[in-house]
């Protein structure tokens, strides 16, 4: 659940600095992310910048639009590019402020405002959009297979449905839970509570079960080596943080930390019936606190995450000799050996500045500090699973941080966390019962149009000189698809645990599942990859790039729903699925994704000329997004969304090239369907996190501020100067 927890406190962050920016009470009127898969490896860094789960931060140019906006929007910013009064009409109660705008003034706005006047966010939901509107679709297919399991006949089949309803019935059986309260949790914790010496910490995480049930004091990955992308490398992560992004510890005292729901409701609430009194467990978040406010400033932020060079600052190989000289006194050697990857001829050390602080903190006088981060994080990881009360306190503060109403169904939640326990094998009865081969073909051939649409905008590509062009369409040549499903499922027949009847309980299969992937993770180290297996969840809502690799991947989750449908017209399918795919394919000539070749090797294949032009163009979209204000005197931060930025842009013109050649294509449809597949609500308060926290632009912000840059949009609805969607043309963006 690290995954849900880490994204949810991350948007807590955000919220605490809402309610102290100017204007925000004006603006509310009236009256919150590659996730990990518990059980599978954690995705690297590369990995999670580029999934498309969730949407982020904004942008507006132009001038017009409604009066109401102006309190919205300052108009003041980076000489050259004129700000715009486009409402942020992803929250509702800012539709409701404003007035219906012409087409020509707020195109996603007049497209979509009766939708957005009209429509209810669901129970227990921030947002609701096509893809969430999917997503609810797809768990209901879950549920009905958890509810409703077929007779199979295939042996994986049937060792899949029997673990997941094993899990589904220990999540659902509230009477055990409830009788077992804390004392699953307190069993793996005690040995952890009762550490008084540094020498006793040392033990604990040196123990193989340590490593597999609780929080360590660092993250280890087996994944695909950034500078050898035929072999595995064992990645070496910093601590993950309970608020998420490092930047909000130095804005934090420990009086505002202790003040937050999370600490003081959450966690306060397991630590007292882990048998602390209230005073000794306000000294065990204090000394949390302390140890994350230490570290945080060694841990790279959000942005810093985003920025062009990340990848590059992230990719230290180091041997062990090395990383143990870096470490001084921290254990380092002793944690890897835990989840069995001290082997390694490669290790990738993500963050040396991390582990030169480790080096310090790691202290007799500081081991109180290590110990009650490691009691906290751990808490809060396992706050889902305990009983009823610990529950529902979790989702009462989550709701109240998300701006959320109401709660989702304890199906719809134990569906959810079968799907996050056993990705895999939800995924291969997802898949068998509800994606088909001709799903799988159509979006195949699809794709294969926009390839080729690709490589000839490349070869067309006047910036570049040809010896980046020829490096740029070989790589284009060995991308990999991955649509819908795999044609090889990987062997995981020995993966088991006990259900409730055998003797076991929610926390005694997250062990077993646990010993269970870290011994696949030992397996991996020092072995060539099998390219053939996927790693992603089928039954997931998403799409995503992935350098390490040079794949793209189309879930079979999202091909369904509104967002794909075989009787669809060619501009509906351009839309939705092609919008997807050609997005996927940009992340490979981002500037994250253009520094990695054809394997996924961290190669640098640009002349030093034409990666100066290509910069360029990137720096001049960055500025067209700082100068945007979602909320009044917050701007986006156009580095933080550059890479997802240019994917929506080049996407959008390698459609335009394909739309050339239909015959009588409808671009007027084409348009509005486009608005439509990214038509928003959500509260307030997760719409300051995506500003503040996603790598995205805002859902407006992805069909506003991308088809304004388009003579095709200008000419299907006659935008001129003084309209709000009309944008002069040396101030539009091209970057490929």
Known sequence: MTGLIKRYTALLCAVLIAVSMSGCQNIQGPGTGSTSDAGGSAQTAVEAQTGETGQGPASVTGNGGDDNGDDLHTGEGI???????????????????????????????????????????????????????????????????????????????????????KYYKMWMDWDTRNELGIEPLKERLEPLMNVQTL???????????????????????????????????????????????????????????MSEPYYDEVIRHILVD??????????????????????????????????????????????????????????????????GADGSDTYILTEPEWLAAMDVL??????????????????????????????????EVINGISGAQGTKSDEKSAADAVNTFLPMQMGRLYADRYVTDETKKEVSDLTDEIIDAYRDMLKEESF????????????????????????????????????????GNLLSAQDQ?????????????????????????????????????????????????????ASMSREELFASVGDTVAHEISH???????????????????????????????????????????????????????GEAIADLVAMKILLRLAAREPGFDYDKFFRSFSETWKTITTIQTEYYTLSQDTHPLAYLRVNAMVQQFDEFYDTYGIRKGD?????????????
């Open 724 to 736: 709000g969607m009309y944008l002069a043309p040396d101030q539009r963006l091209e970057v490929w």
């Open 513 to 565: 599942v646990g010993a269970y992937w870290v011994e696949r993770m030992r397996s991996r180290v020092n072995q060539k990859v099998d390219r053939d297996i996927w790693t992603s969840r089928i039954q997931q809502v998403n799409a995503f790039y992935d350098p390490s690799q040079n794949t793209i991947t189309l879930c079979g989750g999202i091909l369904g729903g509104s967002l794909y449908d």
């Open 274 to 339: 882990l048998g602390y009194s209230d005073e000794e467990a306000t000294g065990v978040l204090k000394r949390c606190f302390a140890f994350e406010q230490d570290i945080a400033e060694y841990i790279m932020t959000t942005e810093e995450q985003s920025a062009r060079d990340a990848v590059v600052k992230e990719n230290n190989p180091r041997t062990m000799e090395q990383l143990e000289a870096e470490a001084g006194d921290f254990p380092i050697r002793q944690m890897l050996a835990a989840y």
């Open 464 to 503: 570049l000189s040809e010896e980046t062009r020829r490096s740029a369409v070989t790589k284009l040549d060995n991308l990999q698809k991955r649509i819908a499903k795999p044609d090889k499922w990987e062997d995981d027949s020995g993966l088991t645990f006990k259900g409730g009847e055998e003797g």
């Open 362 to 395: 790691y202290d007799e006088d500081y081991v109180q500090n290590l110990r009650d981060y490691l009691i906290c994080y751990t808490a809060q990881d396992y706050a889902t699973l305990l009983d009823r009360s610990t529950y529902d306190v979790y989702y």
């Open 588 to 642: 490979a000539f981002d500037t994250t994704g253009a520094q990695f070749d054809e394997k996924g090797n961290l190669r640098n294949w640009w002349t030093e000329e034409d990666q100066k032009a290509f910069a360029q163009r990137a720096d001049k979209l960055v500025a067209y997004f700082d100068n945007i204000e979602p909320f009044q005197d917050v701007n986006c931060v156009g580095s933080q969304i550059e």
């Open 199 to 257: 020498d006793e910490l040392t033990a604990y995480l040196s123990r193989p079960e340590t490593a597999i049930s609780a929080t360590e004091l660092l993250q280890c990955d087996v994944s695909m080596d950034w500078n050898n992308a035929d072999y595995y490398a064992v990645y070496v992560l910093p601590v993950d943080l309970i608020f998420g992004d490092s930047m909000y510890y130095g804005m934090m005292s420990e009086d505002d930390a």
């Open 79 to 165: 000489v050259g590019v004129d700000a715009a009064t486009w409402v942020d009409s992803d929250v509702q109660q800012f539709v409701r402020l404003v007035d219906r705008p012409r087409l020509e003034d707020d195109f996603h706005l007049a497209v979509n405002m009766d939708w957005m006047l009209e429509t209810e966010l669901p129970a227990g939901y921030p947002s609701f959009d096509p893809i969430t509107e999917r997503s609810i679709e797809v768990d209901g297919q879950i549920a009905d297979i958890l509810k409703n399991p077929e007779k199979e006949t295939d042996p994986a089949l049937i060792h899949d449905q029997e673990l997941v309803q």
